[in-house]
């Protein structure tokens, strides 16, 4: 259900200081350097497979199975990058910006210091409907004010977006691909190394399909390989926040408050697990961007029983149920108020 939290007295932050020091004296937040490398193994060899695989094929329509398997180890590379630049991999800054640069604009495609500055916001103003960029959409509309506030034909798109919503995730890679560049302009001091190896991941992809594809082959190859690789992350994505609670004006919650009623995880197996890249322990994520993905499960005991003591609403789902909510909130949220 989606709500609008309104304001009340402040609380201060001592109930995080709390539960901050549980988690610290448990070990979670110490560096797991030893899981990060397992992960970089199992991806180098699973990216060095589907190369592999692709100069077997050739000029075979069965490229098309290796352009989705390339797109999930390159949605796996973007998740480390995600670990880097929350420093969940590295003791040091320098160390957790060279794993994102190659992670994020070498291995997916994606302008690292571009993604950090915006992911950093939507992490300190987490579905705030003024501040946090993941709210600010001018395709998807995630507030009835964002309805409203479009023109007649913009509202009605909008009544019909959440049967568009999944099939829009198709174009994710791109839109990612379009920002990224657009953002050059922004980052005088990184332009040229940021765009350097962006031009770096276009040339390796663009330059596979092209050596061992007919051009016809090659272009529908990249476009199912970007097709997949946005329909990953999208579904990946969408589940943390949408649908939860969006707070508007000056709200009066305490930090542990707006991380956890903003957030929402996601019950998985193992399968699951690993395709959510830990994404899935959402709430213990805002509450600990720095924690290694490998202590998440285990913060979440520790957070679960934290917010049951203290009274906080703590939302988990298992994966159809958020899917569910997602759509539903989509749907609801753009309805003309009766």
């Known amino acids: 259900m989606m709500a609008v939290v309104e304001s009340r007295a402040l609380p201060d932050d ?30 180098v060899a699973a990216l060095g497979a589907t190369v592999a695989a692709a100069c077997w094929l050739g000029n075979s329509w069965w490229q098309l199975a290796v352009a989705v398997a390339l797109a999930m180890v390159l949605a796996q590379l973007a998740l480390i990058g995600h670990d880097a630049g929350h420093g969940q991999i590295c003791r040091g800054r320098l160390g957790n910006r060279i794993l994102g640069l190659a992670h994020g604009n070498v291995g997916a495609g994606f302008s690292f210091g571009w993604w950090l500055s915006k992911h950093n916001r939507h992490h300190s103003q987490c579905n705030r409907a003024e501040t946090d960029p993941d709210v600010d959409s001018t395709v998807v509309a995630f507030t009835a004010d964002q309805v409203a506030n479009r023109p007649k034909i913009g509202r009605l798109l909008a009544r019909a977006q959440a049967g568009f919503f999944i099939p829009l995730l198709l174009f994710e890679a791109l ?87 903003t957030s929402r995880d996601i019950h998985t197996g193992p399968i699951g697990g690993f395709l959510f890249g830990g994404l899935q322990f959402q709430i213990e994520h805002h509450l600990f961007p720095t924690m290694p993905r490998a202590n998440l499960a285990r913060a979440q005991v520790l957070v679960r029983a934290f917010c049951e003591s203290q009274g906080i609403a703590y939302t988990e789902r298992r994966v159809a149920g958020a899917y569910g909510d997602v759509l539903r909130y989509l749907h609801r949220v753009a309805q003309p108020a009766s």
């Open 14 to 43: 001592s109930r995080y200081r709390t539960l901050h020091r549980a988690v610290r004296e448990a070990g979670l937040l110490e560096k797991r350097p030893g899981y990060y490398v397992g992960k970089e193994i199992v991806n």
């Open 175 to 261: 839109n990612l691909h379009v920002s990224s560049v657009a953002s050059l302009r922004r980052q005088p001091r990184s332009a040229w190394l940021e765009g350097g190896l962006l031009a770096v991941h276009a040339g390796g992809l663009l330059g596979l399909a092209a050596v061992l594809m007919s051009p016809w082959h090659a272009l529908v190859f990249v476009a199912v390989n970007q097709a997949a690789l946005g329909l990953y992350l999208g579904l990946v994505f969408v589940t943390n926040h949408t649908g939860m609670p969006v707070l508007e004006g000056p709200v009066g919650l305490d930090f542990v408050e707006r991380q956890v009623m």
